[in-house]
């Protein structure tokens, strides 16, 4: 069965807002490209799908913008070749690589976790917390960050019951950010 890692960036103060300051730098963007490069597959809700395609779809005219330092272009090019589905009610259609999810989730999702293939990789804020909700992320992985938003969504605000998490794996970046990956527990 395919692992299914919901990964994101998080303030100390729990803010997973993407403006909440926490734009990496070029050792950050390498890690992000590595994650990228190693999922199979990419789950979207409709609010990130779009604001990760208007960012990181290569343009009609094959060059990626002016904006772009030469250290995104490989996370770019990863992302933009990745398959991805989308989790939305009111999405009629999706292209750049994509399918839309309709219907009962839990069951959408566990089939693209038994179909073969590599990891699957969730982003976002409320679609991970209807599938943690669902007990069907194998593994979360937040990239900390030295820095107090104060305000904006927090991290997995809602969740029904708490989950127990066992540390993984554990890296430090030079700019004070730390990466954790986690399993939950397996109870007893």
Not at 152 to 175: D, K
Request: proline share 5%.
């Amino acid at each position: 069965m395919r692992t299914l890692r919901y990964s994101i960036n998080v303030t100390l103060d729990g803010c997973v807002h993407h403006e909440a300051g926490v734009a990496p730098d070029e050792e950050l963007m390498q890690f992000w490209t590595e994650k990228m490069e190693r999922a199979d597959a990419l789950i979207y809700g409709r609010v990130t799908y779009e604001m990760m395609e208007s960012a990181w779809r290569r343009p009609d005219s094959g060059r990626w913008p002016d904006w772009m330092r030469e250290w995104e272009t490989p996370f770019a090019e990863a992302i933009d070749a990745k398959k991805k589905y989308v989790v939305s009610g009111t999405l009629r259609e999706v292209d750049w690589n994509a399918e839309l999810i309709r219907g009962d989730l839990g069951a959408a999702v566990q089939r693209l976790r038994e179909q073969p293939g590599d990891d699957l990789a969730v982003g976002g804020v409320t679609l991970p917390l209807a599938l943690a909700d669902l007990d069907l992320i194998d593994e979360y992985e937040f990239v900390v960050h030295p820095v107090l938003a104060g305000h904006g969504p927090t991290l997995l605000a809602g969740l029904r019951e708490r989950i127990r998490l066992e540390l993984v794996e554990r890296r430090e970046f030079r700019s004070g950010a730390v990466a954790m990956r986690f399993r939950p527990e397996v109870s007893a």
